[in-house]
Every structure is written in structure tokens, then in C-alpha cells.
């Protein structure tokens, strides 16, 4: 099931499967019956951009392997207007900073587990959701974070 979310940074795209938040797009996608896990999604998203939420509180499932699950639930653990760089968590992973960056880069639900909150060691790093690094930075000054941007 998928519904559409209106938000600052364009329309997305929220699954579910099972009772948990598959996937955010910024792709179209058949939209179907609003479950009461995409209800919770969409209400929490309404309140992230609205400046009344700063942590998700749903139940995701991130498809891949296990590496990518420890690099989103690293994500995950970056709080609201933080962010961490992609070698500081190569370097609590002990692995390599490029392998974090693919990582990020696979994040199947962006927003809610938050890539955006990653940064290169001397740049923005990329992003792959819709608008690339304009979206990234449009996210990161919604958090209060753009001071690093300046």
C-alpha cells in the first residue's frame, strides 16, 4: 500500500508491508486504502514539517542487507539538527567511508531515517532523493542545521 504525502520538499511516496514503513519516494507510485501505519506516517510528517515533530516513532523495515540496516539505523541515531560526516560512521562501523556513502545513498525510506543528516568531511556529500543536494540542504535548514551550510 502507498499513499502521497504533500510536503515543502515535494510529494511523497510512503509504503508500507507487513505494518511497517517500507519506502519513501519522490516517485510516483499506484496508490492504495490508507492503512492506520501510513495514517501515523502521514500525521507525523505533517508534524516534522510543521516544526512539532523531531523524531519518527513508526515501525520501518528496511530492505537490503545487513549492512544497510546498521548504516540506517546509524542514521537513525543522529538527532534532529545534527549531523554527523559519512567517515564518523565508517569509523563506528569499521568500515570504509564510501561503503557508508552507498549505504546512504540505498536508503530506501529518506526523511524518515534521516541520510540527510550525513555530510562529506569537506562537503555536503550527495542525496538521492528528488532535487538531490537542493533537497538535502532544504532538510537540513528545516532542522536548524544550515548553519553549517553558510
Same mark, same amino acid.
Given at each position: 500500500?502507498t499513499?502521497?504525502?504533500e510536503?515543502p520538499?515535494?510529494?511523497?511516496?510512503?509504503?508500507?508491508?507487513?505494518?511497517?514503513?517500507?519506502?519513501?519516494?519522490?516517485?510516483?507510485?499506484?496508490?492504495?486504502?490508507?492503512? !492506520?501505519?501510513?495514517a501515523?506516517?502521514?500525521?507525523q510528517?505533517?508534524?516534522?514539517?510543521?516544526?512539532?515533530?523531531?523524531a519518527?516513532?513508526? !515501525?520501518l523495515?528496511?530492505?537490503?542487507?545487513?549492512?544497510?540496516?546498521q548504516v540506517?539505523?546509524?542514521?537513525?541515531?543522529? !538527532?534532529?539538527?545534527?549531523?554527523?560526516?559519512?567517515?564518523?560512521?565508517?569509523?563506528?562501523?569499521?568500515?570504509? /567511508?564510501?561503503?557508508?556513502g552507498? /549505504?546512504?545513498?540505498?536508503?530506501?525510506? !529518506?526523511?524518515i531515517?534521516?541520510?540527510?543528516?550525513?555530510l562529506?568531511?569537506?562537503s555536503l556529500g550527495?542525496?538521492?532523493?528528488?532535487?538531490?543536494?537542493?533537497?538535502?540542504?532544504?532538510?537540513?535548514?528545516?532542522?536548524?542545521?544550515?548553519?553549517?551550510l553558510?
Amino acid at each position: 500500500m502507498t499513499i502521497r504525502v504533500e510536503s515543502p520538499v515535494g510529494p511523497l511516496y510512503v509504503s508500507e508491508g507487513d505494518g511497517a514503513i517500507t519506502r519513501v519516494s519522490w516517485r510516483s507510485a499506484d496508490l492504495g486504502e490508507e492503512t !492506520p501505519v501510513l495514517a501515523e506516517a502521514r500525521a507525523q510528517l505533517g508534524e516534522y514539517f510543521d516544526g512539532k515533530r523531531q523524531a519518527f516513532d513508526l !515501525p520501518l523495515f528496511v530492505s537490503g542487507s545487513d549492512f544497510q540496516r546498521q548504516v540506517c539505523a546509524a542514521m537513525s541515531a543522529i !538527532p534532529f539538527g545534527e549531523t554527523r560526516t559519512y567517515g564518523d560512521i565508517a569509523r563506528d562501523l569499521g568500515v570504509p /567511508a564510501q561503503a557508508v556513502g552507498q /549505504a546512504c545513498g540505498g536508503n530506501p525510506i !529518506p526523511v524518515i531515517i534521516p541520510c540527510h543528516r550525513v555530510l562529506g568531511a569537506d562537503s555536503l556529500g550527495g542525496f538521492s532523493g528528488e532535487g538531490g543536494v537542493e533537497t538535502k540542504v532544504a532538510l537540513l535548514r528545516h532542522e536548524g542545521a544550515a548553519g553549517l551550510l553558510i
